[in-house]
């Protein structure tokens, strides 16, 4: 209530804000195109897919430069899920995404900022 005036709000909470996610123990801060990239989780073998998500850019209701990018995973561990970077920058101009793993229940983990370059 605000002032006497009762006010109504949504608040999204998707399903799994109710479940564990899958954690990102370590992974590397920068990588080069076509790089292997080597994800430490405890939840490797439940991990279904990689993906790295560019930030907008927004400006005068234009958003130029978001995208979600899903990476290869070539193999796994009970503690590791390996994969490979964008191959060239068609795919993924060089800058800054965040690298999410998400689990095979569509559950993501939290995002780790990863530099992807030349």
């Known amino acids: 209530t605000v002032g006497g005036v009762s006010t109504s709000h949504e608040r999204y909470y998707p399903a799994y804000c109710s479940v564990p996610r899958p954690s990102i123990g370590a992974s590397p801060a920068l990588v080069h195109y076509n790089d292997a990239i080597t994800i430490d989780t405890p939840d490797a073998v439940d991990i279904k897919e990689v993906i790295l998500i560019r ?3 927004v400006t005068h209701g234009f958003n130029q430069s978001q995208r979600l990018i899903e990476i290869e995973i ?3 561990t009970a503690t590791k899920v390996n994969t490979k970077a964008p191959v060239n920058d068609n795919m993924a ?3 800054y995404y965040l690298l ?3 689990t095979n229940d569509r559950v993501p983990s939290v ?3 990863i530099r992807v370059t030349h």
């Open 55 to 57: 930030p907008g850019a």
């Open 93 to 95: 101009p060089p800058g």
């Open 74 to 76: 070539t193999s796994a």
């Open 100 to 102: 999410f793993i998400v």
């Open 111 to 113: 995002g780790k900022w």
